[in-house]
């Protein structure tokens, strides 16, 4: 089933991305079609990512006990939102790599990536209003105000991750508005969508879109969790560790709070390589640890409580579940 | 008239960017009141620009006889899609100031105006959408499509626009998709929409819209032209001229075609800005002044045409026209 989905989904984003494939515009769709991994050095799965957000979107209408093709287009535009939001963070934070292969706006330089990005987030735009073909027009209309105001609270989570850099005054109460615009919106987005388009009621809807808020804030802050404590962050170069970032993270936020030894030396600046392991250590010490696992584990009893109500029928509700469960444990 | 008409541009365009109106996005929301020109230092009506784009939407509606207040939101949104263009072309064109005034990237840096101009792109999205309290959804999907289609249109001529800079191998027929895209696409936009809103059947849309795409290329041109042989360019400070710019405008791409001393001149290197009264004046004897200006002849008659068939009515009717004047003839 998931092997069917995921290469639907492939086909239905290059027929999307294809809107640009014309003699003009050559180098122009080859810069989307290289973000997308099809093309260029290091194509390829490994490329791609996972599609996880258009494959919630299809699960989730198929759980609904319909036609999950139909929800197709709805699926390639809300990874095309992803891929926009992901080449414009690539400029925002100086990024070099994307799945181990140079950035758009390094490779083109800045003013193609800023265009690329805008191109991509035009596409998603597009992709959506191709649901016109199964579903009458108050229904695709839903639809493009769910993605909307998805991206509105993407940009407002984006805004809130650039300004919190400069900002030594951050406490656990400015990590939810931020990570919640950031990761969960998209997330909660593609669950109300699949089962908006899934022709479930009111109430499944809300339920499937609060399941997936709260998955995609368990996934962050397990993801927090992992880039702190996971093999990669202890054992891998520097840039491995969020410590060595200076990213504000959940697991920070509760070290900064506490104000012991750990948020005395962070306030002092910059954290190397060679001190990583130790301040991880201190972390733990000061239950930051545990504190971002009770938060994770109040977000994936949330999750699940809502999956339970949203009620996923057949064969693609137990994938749903599966593949929550697989997002939600990988940092247990 | 005109002035009732941008008193309720300002007003909507206000309550559309306040969607970002709340506490925690306080400097999000103040990011786009400034360049919006509301906000900051140098606001006011010379900050704000003309809203030409969402007068001519207005103007169109109600010249085909329907209430113009209905149409506000699809102003609203081409005029957001206007400065989303203009945020994201300063970061590409490495511009300090606009209007005047301090540029959102150089004011609050890369990435915050990278996002500024993502929000302003969402918010025109979200403005489309608040047509459902006057039409019926297919009205609204059928203006939505229009208004991604346009942004599709305004990506490509931006990416042609950008890749034109490196490139020393362009005619006069790389100039007419590239302008198509960058400006003409979203004035036939307008115009477009406008006529929809109003309620005229599919031929006098069509008119309208061909009306529009032509008065976009022809308002372009005589601006290439004032860009060379304008009293600023040929009298003002160096950065008034497009020659310095290294700007492919029309009237160049006419010199390089024609392949005598000043495409020579150009091919040498950038040109300083001592030089600018005599090239200007030799690009005027090898005819590029002349062949621009049968170029925007053609593009204005074309415009007109398309204006007679699409026969606005009224008070709008004639206000529209004379918008159209006033914008073709700046350069004659």
Same mark, same amino acid.
């Given at each position: 089933?998931?092997?069917?989905?995921?290469? &639907?989904?492939?086909?239905?984003?290059?027929?999307?991305?294809?809107?640009?494939?014309?003699?003009?515009? *050559? !180098?122009?769709?080859?810069?989307?079609?290289?973000?997308?991994?099809?093309?260029?050095?290091?194509?390829?799965?490994?490329?791609?990512?996972?599609?996880?957000?258009?494959?919630?979107?299809?699960?989730?209408?198929?759980?609904?006990?319909?036609?999950? +093709?139909?929800?197709?287009?709805? &699926?390639?535009?809300?990874? =095309?939102?992803?891929?926009?939001? /992901?080449?414009?963070?690539?400029?925002?934070?100086?990024?070099?790599?994307?799945?181990?292969?140079?950035?758009?706006?390094? *490779?083109?330089?800045?003013?193609?990536?800023?265009?690329?990005?805008?191109?991509?987030?035009?596409?998603?735009?597009? #992709? =959506?209003?191709?649901?016109?073909?199964?579903?009458?027009?108050?229904?695709?209309?839903?639809?493009?105000?769910?993605?909307? &105001?998805?991206?509105? %609270?993407?940009?407002?989570?984006?805004?809130?991750?650039?300004?919190?850099? &400069?900002?030594? %005054?951050?406490?656990?109460?400015?990590?939810?508005?931020?990570?919640?615009?950031?990761?969960?919106? =998209?997330?909660?987005?593609?669950? +109300?969508?699949?089962?908006?388009?899934?022709?479930? %009621?009111?109430?499944?809807?809300?339920?499937?879109?609060?399941?997936?808020?709260?998955?995609?804030?368990?996934?962050?802050?397990?993801?927090?969790? =992992?880039?702190?404590?996971?093999?990669?962050?202890?054992?891998?170069?520097?840039?491995?560790?969020? /410590?060595?970032?200076?990213?504000?993270?959940?697991?920070?936020?509760?070290?900064?709070?506490? !104000?012991?030894?750990?948020? *005395?030396?962070?306030?002092?600046?910059?954290?190397?390589?060679?001190?990583?392991? #130790?301040?991880? #250590?201190?972390?733990?010490?000061?239950?930051?640890?545990?504190?971002?696992?009770?938060?994770?584990?109040?977000?994936?009893?949330?999750?699940?409580?809502?999956?339970?109500?949203? !009620?996923?029928?057949?064969?693609?509700?137990?994938?749903?579940?599966?593949?929550?469960? *697989?997002?939600?444990?990988?940092?247990?």
């Amino acid at each position: 089933m998931l092997s069917e989905f995921l290469s &639907a989904i492939e086909t239905e984003l290059q027929k999307q991305v294809a809107r640009l494939d014309e003699p003009r515009a *050559k !180098n122009f769709h080859e810069m989307l079609t290289y973000h997308m991994g099809w093309t260029g050095e290091g194509a390829g799965p490994e490329a791609t990512g996972k599609r996880i957000r258009p494959l919630i979107v299809l699960l989730t209408t198929a759980s609904c006990g319909a036609n999950w +093709q139909f929800a197709l287009p709805a &699926a390639a535009a809300v990874e =095309l939102v992803h891929n926009f939001s /992901l080449v414009h963070d690539d400029i925002e934070d100086n990024g070099e790599k994307r799945r181990g292969r140079t950035t758009v706006w390094k *490779k083109w330089g800045l003013a193609q990536g800023v265009n690329a990005g805008d191109g991509l987030f035009v596409l998603s735009n597009l #992709a =959506l209003t191709d649901l016109e073909a199964d579903y009458p027009a108050p229904i695709v209309l839903r639809a493009a105000k769910i993605l909307h &105001a998805t991206c509105l %609270d993407l940009t407002r989570g984006q805004f809130l991750d650039i300004s919190y850099e &400069a900002r030594t %005054d951050l406490g656990v109460a400015d990590y939810w508005p931020m990570v919640s615009g950031k990761t969960a919106a =998209l997330i909660a987005a593609c669950c +109300q969508l699949g089962a908006l388009l899934g022709g479930a %009621d009111e109430t499944r809807q809300e339920a499937y879109r609060a399941f997936g808020h709260y998955l995609g804030l368990a996934f962050q802050v397990q993801d927090d969790i =992992l880039g702190i404590w996971g093999d990669e962050a202890l054992t891998g170069k520097s840039a491995a560790s969020d /410590l060595v970032d200076g990213k504000k993270s959940l697991p920070v936020l509760f070290g900064l709070e506490k !104000n012991g030894e750990f948020a *005395k030396r962070w306030r002092q600046g910059p954290i190397h390589a060679e001190e990583v392991r #130790a301040l991880a #250590a201190l972390l733990e010490t000061e239950s930051a640890r545990t504190s971002a696992q009770d938060a994770a584990r109040q977000m994936t009893d949330l999750a699940l409580e809502n999956l339970r109500v949203a !009620n996923p029928q057949g064969e693609a509700g137990e994938s749903l579940k599966q593949l929550a469960d *697989k997002l939600l444990q990988r940092g247990a």
